[in-house]
């Protein structure tokens, strides 16, 4: 069996049972299902190729925000993944981790110039272009590197998507993206620099995007400004048309994207350009999880609390955006359940997992699994309360590997540095 199962009335990770994991490695801890991964690439990519014509299929460029361990990178790019990047250092990730430089694409709104540079000396596919003064910055860097810098301009097409209005980036209040008069406008300054050539569009309307109709209202607005571009005669050979898959976290329904990948051939592929998707959340997601150790039952009044040793600079998600994530017992699934609020021990009300949630009964000791942790969860992990980052732990089959080891209490204190001018007394 692979993934996530239950073996025994106890929790398992491939042939691995999680009680083995927190033994050998402790808690709390990150701890990745490579099979999972490969599933939901090849859920992905299987849904493309069953709706698009073979000569038409997507490169897929895995959105390495959601989770950017260099071993989650080299599994996709195995698998045959590209990679979107948002920062130097995320370019920096996909290069040790393999990738071609050309099935690399950045975005973002505030690209700074060694990021632009590092990315024109690396060679990668495009530059997705959010701004007009970010193209002539991109010109400027290009033109002194002697380099040419392929872009595409995103739209922002007024969409609302997105699973939470933190998440949500194609609205025309949002930060992201161009309108159409400012694309045409950049369309018509990149005719007149010599060191970028413009060729394409993307858009992006937000993560965890549960309608197919949110993505078909995006897409639809493609057509129209496509051709309105070519009459004016500029070329459109390339569509990146985002991610945003979404993930269950608890009893959602799961977006059809049997659905999506029929809109994507009906309204995307006509258009007759190479198709680029940039997928993160549902290739990762329910791949991962957070190991954890229940320090304390608190019983009050009104209340049971489950005090765990992970807290919200571990998984930041439930107090950030309202998340809801799925926790499990490890050991002794069928217990008898009652209610509980799960909480961290960092001093702030936000840091609770779920409140009033029923679940088996627990004592201190026993472990517990917070789900679907693997997007966006250890790369967005913190050391606030000077609490060290978990190590990320792979599995796949037999195989258990530490990725990423626990931070020791050097690793956080040792870089700071006190000046001399602060005095001796006290
Ligand atoms: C430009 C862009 N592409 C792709 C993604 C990935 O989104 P998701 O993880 O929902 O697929 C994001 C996420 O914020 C993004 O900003």
Not at 22 to 48: C, F, H, K, W
Not at 237 to 247: K, N, T, V
Request: hydrophobic residues 40%.
């Amino acid at each position: 069996m692979s993934g996530f199962h239950i073996q025994n009335n106890a929790l398992y990770i491939d042939n691995v049972a999680l009680s083995d994991i927190a033994a050998e490695y402790g808690t709390p801890s990150y701890v990745y299902s490579a099979q999972e991964i490969t599933n939901q690439y090849d859920r992905l990519a299987n849904a493309m190729k069953k709706a698009l014509p073979a000569d038409r299929q997507p490169l897929l460029c895995y959105a390495c925000k959601a989770n950017s361990n260099v071993a989650v990178l080299a599994h996709l790019r195995s698998l045959g993944s590209g990679l979107e990047i948002v920062s130097e250092g995320e370019l920096h990730r996909g290069i040790k981790a393999g990738f071609d430089p050309q099935k690399i694409v950045s975005t973002g709104v505030g690209k700074q110039a060694s990021e632009i540079a590092e990315c024109l000396k690396a060679g990668i596919h495009q530059f997705n272009v959010e701004s007009l003064p970010e193209l002539e910055h991109i010109q400027e860097i290009a033109s002194g590197m002697d380099k040419v810098a392929t872009v595409v301009f995103r739209l922002n097409p007024n969409v609302t998507g997105g699973g939470h209005h933190k998440i949500s980036t194609g609205r025309k209040r949002d930060k992201f993206g161009l309108n159409r008069r400012s694309i045409f406008k950049g369309f018509e300054m990149a005719k007149d620099m010599s060191h970028v050539n413009a060729i394409g569009l993307s858009i992006h309307i937000g993560s965890q995007v549960f309608t197919v109709e949110a993505f078909k209202q995006a897409f639809e607005k493609m057509p129209e400004i496509v051709q309105d571009l070519r009459a004016e005669g500029y070329t459109i050979d390339r569509l990146d048309i985002g991610g945003g898959f979404p993930i269950i976290y608890s009893d959602e329904d799961l977006l059809d994207l049997d659905a999506y990948a029929q809109w994507v051939n009906d309204i995307i592929v006509p258009l007759d350009t190479k198709i680029i998707m940039e997928p993160g959340r549902y290739l990762v997601g329910n791949a991962g999880v957070v190991l954890s150790k229940v320090l304390y039952v608190k019983d009050t009044q009104d209340q049971r609390f489950l005090v765990l040793d992970a807290a919200m600079n571990d998984l930041i998600r439930p107090t950030l955006y309202d998340a809801y994530h799925g926790i499990s017992p490890v050991q002794n699934i069928d217990a008898t359940k009652v209610l509980y609020d799960v909480v961290g021990p960092i001093c702030e009300t936000g840091d609770t997992f779920s409140v009033d949630r029923s679940l088996p009964i627990m004592n201190a000791g026993d472990l517990a699994v917070i789900q679907s942790a693997g997007a966006y969860g250890f790369c967005m992990a913190s050391n606030y309360n000077t609490r060290p980052m978990p190590p990320e732990i792979f599995v796949k089959g037999d195989n258990v590997s530490v990725i990423r080891p626990r931070q020791t209490y050097n690793d956080i204190i040792d870089i700071e540095k006190i000046p001399d001018w602060i005095g001796q007394k006290g």
